[in-house]
């Protein structure tokens, strides 16, 4: 069936995801320095732990709030096994206060391929769908990026309280963009996130492997926001 609408993750697939650069800089300045590139790699470990237990949660922004910090605790843990549990929770707490603050000297940056293929996409005439798991200042992001063109539809879990894979929040999109699932394909970066969680709505999830992190998995796999036309037809 040829598909009319396509629905995108923002961090990691259209966005250079600022996290990582992020918690180094947090991490390294309460005395537990980790790279970047350390960051990240410990989000990849983590993060399907974490949205099998508690991403597709129902939440109110203050549950998602602690949700989130569940998330920086288990990262931290994984780059430093040896430290107490308390130490687990002050740091990851001082991660979540200290968040805006180091998140505005980190500069915007969109993947190369997103605003071509974004372009294009809008002008054959596809309905697009921008789908995050985000708390809610991620508006002022989107905005600052000028993504708000492209997207008629900005589905952000912070605002309407469930988060991917939980496949309500890929409805919501579904609804707003005035489209059903089987015409619709998902991108994302994140396998349980974006994959599973968009065929659960029964869209089709296309995996954004950029970096060739993945393995051979059953879904379609992408290395460049363009190859999104493969699976259009």
Known sequence: MKKKAVFFDLGGTLMVMRRDRIISKILTGAGHPATPDE???AYFHAEPTWLTTLGG???TPQQSEESYRRLDAMVFEHLFPEVSKAEVDGVSSLMRRMWPEVQRTVPLELYPDAEPTLRRLKEDGYKLALVS???PDVAGTISALGLERFFPSIVVSGLV???KPN???FQIALRESGTNAAETVHVGDLYEADVKG???AGITGILIDR???YGALDCPKIGDLGEVYRFLE
Request: aromatic share 0%; charged share 20%.
């Open 57 to 59: 949660a129902k939440s």
């Open 198 to 200: 968009a065929n659960g």
């Open 161 to 163: 309280g469930v988060s």
């Open 39 to 41: 960051v990240r790699a």
């Open 211 to 213: 970096d060739a992190n």
């Open 167 to 169: 496949p309500e929040i």
């Open 133 to 135: 798991n985000a708390s």
